[in-house]
């Protein structure tokens, strides 16, 4: 059964830090690309950031310098690391597992917000 589980997301000040953690279960994750999405309220999904299986990464304009994506294969694992949070970066974050071949998945989401 394919898996993907959100953990990390919480209630944090402007200026704070949060780590997110997406355990992934049920298929190769060490094959799969994986991305962070974001949907705030009344607004599209947006992708955040994004991590290829060889490790290349990239991010949204509006969190360059402030998030980090790494992944952890031996664990099954993608993280975003968020510091200088701001009010707008309040949103359900979902974590996504994605192969050109074999499609794609996504978690629950977690839910961050940020306050001013």
């Known amino acids: 059964q394919v898996q993907l589980v959100e953990s990390g997301g919480g209630l944090v000040q402007a200026g704070g830090s949060l780590r997110l953690s997406c355990a992934a279960s049920?298929?190769?994750?060490?094959?799969?690309?994986a991305s962070w999405y974001r949907q705030a309220p009344g607004k599209q999904r947006e992708l955040v950031a994004a991590?290829?299986?060889?490790?290349?990464?990239n991010y949204a304009d509006s969190v360059k310098g402030r998030f980090t994506i790494s992944r952890e294969n031996a664990k099954n694992t993608v993280y975003l690391q968020m510091t200088s949070l701001k009010p707008e970066d309040t949103a359900v974050y979902y974590c996504?597992?994605?192969?050109?071949?074999?499609?794609?998945?996504w978690g629950q989401g977690t839910q961050v917000t940020v306050s001013s």
């Open positions: 996504n597992a994605n192969s050109p071949a074999r499609g794609y998945f």
């Open positions: 049920g298929f190769t994750f060490s094959t799969y690309g």
């Open positions: 991590i290829t299986s060889g490790g290349k990464t």
